[in-house]
């Protein structure tokens, strides 16, 4: 019965999706069903196999575009310093390296494989004249780079923490970020079953919940929109569905 539940509300999403994604599905899938292809023969290239470490490697152009374009629109400046939390290969760090100004960009991953894939990126891209700080960290509650930044950036991370985790990176969050700083994260609103990914777990909050859990650090929550109303069109609802999420300090 839970199964059926479930199915019935993933058929609903894509039921009720919004009509600018509808002819997204056809190139994606084709997309989708060529990777598939390639990957079972071994035919996949280093690159893609790169962008597999951090999701669906068919969709990593329309992901990396949609990051720089969306930080642009929030006011992005070459001369404010960025932390990217959960950076992975740098999907969405080259473009936002390439655009601000030299040893303006820090990353941080927790997976140290995915992120020398990132450094084997950044050089492919002859990125590194521009001095980015990469870290490879897998606990933030102790963690203190010693600046505060102007924006923080988590793309598709939140999603992926147990609720202990989520509270060392608000904690985290909140001791590095500038006093007119800002974060941005998307999260999964609602009640579905929680999942997994790649060892990660895959949850489902309330609004409340990361109301809460913000205010606990001195943060507020302010709900920007979904995904697809910010320009992101995958053509797969549970993804496009997500909430856009700002965190600034609270007065």
């Known amino acids: 019965m839970l199964g059926n539940y479930h199915a019935e509300a993933k058929l609903k999403r894509l039921f009720?999706?919004?009509?600018?994604?509808?002819?997204?599905?056809?190139?994606?899938?084709?997309?989708?069903?060529?990777?598939?292809?390639?990957?079972?023969?071994?035919?996949?290239?280093?690159?893609?196999?790169?962008?597999?470490?951090?999701?669906?490697?068919?969709?990593?152009?329309?992901?990396?575009d949609f990051q720089i374009a969306f930080l642009k629109s929030v006011g992005l400046a070459p001369e404010q310093y960025v932390l990217d939390l959960g950076c992975g290969v740098l999907r969405g760090g080259l473009p936002m390296i390439e655009y601000l100004d030299e040893g303006h960009y820090y990353g941080i991953e927790s997976r140290k494989a995915v992120l020398d894939e990132g450094v084997k990126a950044l050089h492919e891209r002859g990125l590194q004249r521009k001095v980015p700080t990469l870290l490879a960290i897998d606990d933030l509650s102790k963690v203190e780079l010693g600046r505060r930044f102007d924006l923080i950036w988590s793309f598709s991370v939140l999603i992926h923490m147990e609720d202990r985790i989520l509270g060392d990176c608000l904690s985290f969050v909140s001791r590095h970020l500038d006093s007119h700083g800002r974060m941005y994260a998307n999260v999964t609103i609602g009640k579905d079953e929680d999942g997994s990914w790649q060892g990660f777990p895959v949850v489902t909050r309330s609004r409340e919940f990361y109301k809460s859990a913000a205010g606990r650090h001195g943060l507020e929550l302010i709900e920007v929109g979904t995904l697809a109303s910010l320009g992101h069109l995958s053509g797969a609802p549970s993804q496009d569905s997500q909430v856009m999420l700002e965190l600034v300090r609270a007065a």
């Open 16 to 64: 009720t999706s919004p009509r600018e994604t509808w002819y997204r599905y056809p190139g994606n899938l084709l997309r989708k069903t060529m990777h598939e292809f390639k990957s079972r023969f071994g035919l996949t290239s280093t690159f893609e196999r790169r962008q597999e470490m951090v999701g669906p490697g068919y969709l990593w152009r329309m992901k990396q």
